[in-house]
């Protein structure tokens, strides 16, 4: 195993906290790297007026692998009442640098598997005949576009005469909008690309070839949203027609999927999604695997090798005040998981979930999520595991 440098993101809030727990199971593990901590996030957004400061970029671009924490994101005008006072008014406007970073290095794919573990009290369960429970075996894998749609950032608002010139070639915008003073008008754009569409269609297709997955699912709305949604649509049926026939394509609205997703989860295996859509549906598959305590995600440009892997929950910065920390740290264990699986460290990575799945399946460490508590500071009192002691339980399970 050739040793590694893995640049550390902690961000804001909590994740500081779940990203030494999830180093200190990398070595437990066997891994062996050096860590270099990289600035992001609130603090510097407040002090520098940059919540991604070159100095970052510089240190992934060098060393291509980073694990990220969380992050914490606001809206426009309290992102700019925060700043220090000698920043206001100078123009400066806070953009999420999670997003910031998928951009700036082409961080495309983004892959958020959602797999159910067995005896996890949170799982989804439906009720059968004669009043019996079910429990679905959840195995469902997004690929989400990360770096185009509405989460590209060309958005106005009052904007400019060009942009309202432009706006106003439309038919569909002079009879709805026309009549708008243009102060009123906020604008957002959601651009698909065919080149990063491929891109997205392709890695998910391959993956289910690769892996054994029967479908891949486009979940778009081609119905309302006819140039996007129906591009990404056409060009996945023009794809798998020619390279994956042995692979099932399905179609699903994302409206109606986030239905289907209680009724009959074990039906999916592979969904591929625009940015906003696979944000949502990540979310909502996580849900029936026991929420974003155990939502794991990979993002990575597969041409330059730099992959970012980060928990989906946020920074919960009310848990990261308190004394003992009880959030659950598995979200950004197979995070690291992820990462190990895309430097090929393969049997690692397996050794980790195969400890992680023991535990949970033991029950007898549970984090407050787990136990479903609500988080407060006085849940391990209760008998709701730490964070530290779910990390702990883990490690001993590997030994």
């Known amino acids: 195993m050739v040793k590694r440098t893995i640049v550390t993101m902690p961000g804001d809030g909590i994740g500081k906290n779940v990203l030494e727990e999830a180093i200190r199971v990398l070595d437990a593990a066997g891994f062996e790297a050096d860590y270099i901590e990289a600035d992001i996030g609130w603090e510097f957004w407040c002090k520098e007026g940059n919540p991604l ?7 992934i671009a060098e060393h291509k692998i980073a694990l990220f924490g969380a992050i914490t994101s606001k809206p426009k005008d309290a992102a700019a009442a ?25 961080l495309d794919i983004c892959m958020r598997p959602c ?166 549906v990540s979310d909502g598959f996580a849900g029936l695997i026991g929420g974003l305590g155990f939502a794991c995600s990979a993002q990575f440009n597969p041409d330059t090798g730099v992959g970012v892997f980060e928990p989906t929950h946020g920074s919960a910065p009310k848990y990261a005040d308190y004394l003992v920390s009880i959030v659950n740290p598995i979200a950004m264990i197979e995070s690291a998981c992820m990462m190990l699986d895309f430097i090929d460290e393969n049997d690692i990575a397996a050794k980790i979930r195969k400890a992680v799945a023991e535990v949970i399946a033991e029950g007898k460490v549970r984090t407050y999520d787990m136990m479903k508590m609500t988080g407060r500071a006085d849940v391990v009192d209760k008998g709701a595991a730490s964070m530290k002691q779910m990390t702990d339980a883990i490690i001993e399970k590997m030994k």
């Open 115 to 280: 797999h159910s573990y067995t005896g996890n009290p949170l799982n989804f369960i439906r009720r059968g005949p004669n009043n019996t429970v079910r429990e679905p075996e959840v195995d469902v894998i997004i690929f989400r576009q990360n770096t185009e749609g509405l989460y590209g950032g060309v958005e106005w608002s009052n904007p400019s005469d060009k942009v309202y010139d432009a706006l106003m070639t439309h038919p569909k915008f002079v009879k709805n909008f026309s009549k708008t003073p243009k102060e009123e008008l906020s604008v957002s754009t959601r651009i698909f690309t065919k080149k990063a569409t491929e891109r997205i269609l392709r890695a998910a297709l391959e993956h289910a070839k690769k892996y054994g997955y029967k479908s891949v699912t486009v979940c778009e709305k081609p119905n309302v949203i006819r140039e996007t949604s129906g591009m990404m649509y056409k060009m996945a049926q023009e794809i798998q027609k020619k390279d994956y026939p042995e692979i099932e394509l399905w179609n699903t609205n994302i409206d109606a999927q986030m239905m289907w997703l209680t009724k009959n989860p074990e039906n999916y295996g592979v969904i591929v999604a625009g940015n906003m859509f696979g944000d949502i």
């Open 53 to 59: 400061p070159q100095r970052t970029l510089d240190l």
């Open 82 to 106: 925060e700043l220090d006072p000698e920043l206001k008014d100078k123009g400066l406007v806070y953009f999420s640098p999670i997003v910031g970073l998928r951009q700036h290095f082409g």
